[in-house]
């Protein structure tokens, strides 16, 4: 999933806002304000390492005016699943490996007690390849980014297993961060000219797509060694007890029949993936709490370019002068998706839960992007994002669990 803002958004955004605020602006403290965002940890460390410079110019963004509002910023408050180091996905859009192997990692520790290090970047190689070979045999028609979606991840398990990220890091000696800027720009160019000269040749173009990624991440390896013992990445993956299909996806929304698998209609669902349960948005929310209460975690994935998801004080609410609370619901989550308000930014990893005293719910999340890592390495903030259920309910569109935290709603479906 890749942020992607468009003019047409913001306007939308900034309609709802306006016609949301005449209505109920004298009942809240909130308001919106348009204010300078300070030079990022994406600019002053990632891309300072890339090449040396970076842009200095602090952006001007509509956002939350939350002066003198404290949120539950302290990820000690929350009871969390045991989860794998917070690390960075670099100059890269692929958060959705990111979110997804650090959930396998939790799955891993939960069901074997084992701490593991999963290769992010062995599955990015992958996806790019079948990416190329769902676009050979559906002539070009497909839509070519670096996002995708968290199903990918048991997908490409299923298909060529796993590695350790000892074994693949699908970086180059010199890179501190992933960077995929040069590499996608040559795996466009690929794409482009096979579909401007119609060569549907499957294997040629495979062996085309690889030569591209062996070049900027690395050949994939056939084996791995792990305490001694040579495996395959199938059969690593087996070492893990994981098995792919116990995997499942869910998302909540009005255009398709509850109860019923679907597909989720976002540019990053490329292949078109119809594996989703669209369940109710009551039932949706629960399922995530229930989970995390039980010791299941989530890949989750949504939209992040909402003024009220905030890279200082990295919280995720939604204002009042959006909607109130009370007024979040099925509709008002449909009608932001069908108009293009609510897009498929982000993916990232829920963790952990908090109920304050008065009754509302906070989530915990880990996060690989550059805007959770503001606050500075030496905070404890680092790394994480504090969300609001108001945000998950109106703004996470889908995730990926496993299925024995889901069997009550999985048994509901027709």
Same mark, same amino acid.
């Given at each position: 999933?890749?942020?992607?803002?468009?003019?047409?958004?913001?306007?939308k955004?900034?309609?709802?806002?306006?016609f949301t605020t005449?209505?109920t602006?004298?009942?809240q403290?909130?308001?919106?304000?348009?204010?300078?965002?300070?030079?990022?940890?994406?600019?002053h460390?990632?891309?300072?390492?890339?090449n040396?410079?970076?842009d200095?110019k602090?952006?001007?963004?509509?956002?939350?005016?939350y002066?003198n509002?404290?949120f539950?910023t302290?990820?000690?408050?929350?009871k969390t699943?045991?989860?794998?180091?917070?690390?960075s996905?670099?100059n890269?859009?692929?958060?959705?490996?990111?979110?997804?192997s650090?959930?396998m990692?939790s799955?891993?520790?939960?069901?074997t007690?084992?701490e593991?290090?999963?290769?992010?970047?062995?599955?990015?190689?992958?996806?790019y390849?079948? @990416?190329m070979?769902y676009?050979?045999? $559906?002539?070009g028609? #497909?839509?070519?980014?670096?996002?995708?979606?968290? %199903? &990918? +991840?048991?997908k490409?398990?299923?298909?060529?297993?796993?590695?350790p990220y000892?074994?693949?890091?699908?970086k @180059?000696?010199?890179?501190?961060f992933? $960077?995929?800027?040069? #590499?996608f720009?040559k795996?466009?160019?690929?794409? %482009? &000219? +096979?579909?401007?000269?119609?060569d549907?040749?499957?294997?040629?173009a495979?062996?085309?797509i690889?030569?591209?990624?062996n070049?900027?991440?690395?050949e994939?390896p056939?084996e791995?060694?792990i305490s001694?013992?040579?495996?395959?990445?199938?059969?690593?993956l087996s070492?893990l007890?994981?098995?792919?299909?116990?995997?499942?996806?869910?998302?909540?929304?009005?255009?398709a029949?509850?109860y019923?698998?679907?597909?989720?209609d976002v540019p990053?669902?490329?292949w078109?993936?119809?594996?989703?349960n669209?369940?109710?948005?009551?039932?949706?929310i629960?399922?995530?709490q229930?989970?995390?209460?039980?010791?299941?975690?989530?890949s989750?994935g949504g939209?992040?370019?909402?003024?009220g998801?905030?890279?200082?004080?990295?919280?995720?609410?939604?204002?009042?002068?959006?909607i109130?609370?009370?007024?979040?619901n099925?509709?008002?989550?449909q009608?932001?998706?069908?108009?293009?308000?609510t897009?498929?930014?982000?993916?990232?990893?829920?963790?952990?839960?908090?109920?304050k005293?008065?009754g509302?719910?906070w989530?915990?999340?880990k996060?690989?992007?550059?805007?959770s890592r503001?606050?500075?390495e030496?905070?404890?903030?680092?790394?994480?994002?504090f969300?609001?259920e108001?945000?998950?309910?109106l703004?996470?569109?889908?995730?990926?669990?496993?299925?024995?935290?889901?069997?009550?709603?999985?048994?509901?479906?027709?």
């Amino acid at each position: 999933m890749i942020k992607s803002i468009i003019t047409t958004k913001m306007n939308k955004i900034i309609f709802l806002s306006i016609f949301t605020t005449s209505i109920t602006f004298g009942q809240q403290s909130e308001k919106a304000i348009f204010k300078k965002e300070p030079v990022s940890y994406y600019q002053h460390t990632i891309v300072k390492t890339l090449n040396g410079s970076f842009d200095t110019k602090e952006e001007t963004k509509l956002k939350v005016d939350y002066q003198n509002t404290n949120f539950p910023t302290d990820p000690e408050l929350y009871k969390t699943v045991w989860y794998s180091n917070l690390i960075s996905q670099g100059n890269t859009g692929t958060c959705w490996s990111f979110s997804t192997s650090s959930f396998m990692e939790s799955e891993v520790k939960r069901i074997t007690g084992e701490e593991v290090d999963l290769s992010e970047m062995y599955t990015v190689y992958w996806e790019y390849v079948e @990416r190329m070979k769902y676009f050979i045999q $559906n002539k070009g028609k #497909m839509h070519l980014g670096e996002g995708a979606e968290t %199903n &990918s +991840i048991p997908k490409i398990m299923e298909l060529y297993g796993a590695v350790p990220y000892s074994a693949y890091n699908g970086k @180059r000696s010199h890179e501190l961060f992933h $960077n995929h800027e040069q #590499m996608f720009e040559k795996i466009e160019e690929l794409f %482009n &000219s +096979i579909k401007d000269n119609q060569d549907w040749d499957e294997e040629k173009a495979v062996n085309n797509i690889k030569i591209v990624l062996n070049r900027f991440i690395g050949e994939v390896p056939k084996e791995v060694i792990i305490s001694g013992k040579t495996m395959t990445p199938k059969e690593y993956l087996s070492s893990l007890k994981i098995q792919p299909s116990d995997y499942v996806n869910f998302m909540s929304l009005m255009e398709a029949p509850y109860y019923e698998k679907a597909v989720y209609d976002v540019p990053d669902n490329w292949w078109r993936s119809d594996n989703y349960n669209n369940i109710p948005l009551e039932d949706f929310i629960t399922l995530i709490q229930e989970s995390l209460k039980k010791g299941y975690s989530i890949s989750i994935g949504g939209d992040v370019s909402e003024p009220g998801f905030d890279k200082i004080t990295q919280t995720a609410t939604i204002p009042k002068f959006d909607i109130e609370s009370k007024y979040i619901n099925e509709s008002s989550r449909q009608l932001r998706f069908s108009n293009g308000a609510t897009t498929d930014d982000h993916a990232m990893h829920l963790i952990g839960y908090y109920e304050k005293e008065n009754g509302e719910n906070w989530f915990l999340i880990k996060d690989s992007g550059s805007g959770s890592r503001n606050a500075g390495e030496q905070s404890n903030k680092f790394g994480y994002y504090f969300m609001n259920e108001d945000y998950i309910k109106l703004k996470m569109m889908s995730f990926t669990v496993h299925k024995d935290a889901a069997q009550l709603f999985l048994d509901k479906m027709k």
